[in-house]
């Protein structure tokens, strides 16, 4: 097992790693709708989905992995209202449709409405 860290990403927000490689896949952390600073990012739930994956796509290429290599993504929302927003977004991201849940959550860290996890191959 071994922990994985890229600069070009949120920095964990709390006690974790971004991602952990483990038996030849990654599994990277809930990711917030932030900059690689660690800042909100502004905006409406398109900005803040497409944050959540510009810094999994930044912790993949850290890990030598890629988006394509995606088979499982969690998406959690505070408001399902956002789900259509949220959705045509994601499609643009992961063009090849890795299995998924989407679930409504009371509340997220730092208050945002968005968290997207992952787990890809090497």
């Not at 796509?57 to 259509?84: E, G, Q, R, Y």
């Not at 208050?111 to 992952?118: A, F, H, K, L, Q």
């Amino acid at each position: 097992m071994s922990t994985i860290f890229a600069k070009d990403a949120c920095p964990p927000a709390g006690p974790y790693s971004q991602a952990i490689r483990a038996n030849g896949q990654i599994f990277v952390s809930g990711q917030l709708p932030t900059d690689a600073a660690g800042n909100l990012v502004e905006g409406n739930i398109s900005d803040k989905t497409q944050a959540c994956c510009n810094n999994i796509k930044a912790i993949l290429t850290a890990a030598d992995s890629a988006v394509h290599k995606i088979v499982k993504v969690n998406v959690f929302l505070t408001d399902m209202a956002n789900f259509a927003e949220m959705n045509a977004v994601y499609e643009t991201f992961f063009t090849h449709k890795p299995a998924r849940s989407c679930v409504a959550v009371a509340q997220l860290p730092k208050g945002v409405p968005v968290e997207i996890e992952c787990i890809a191959l090497e």
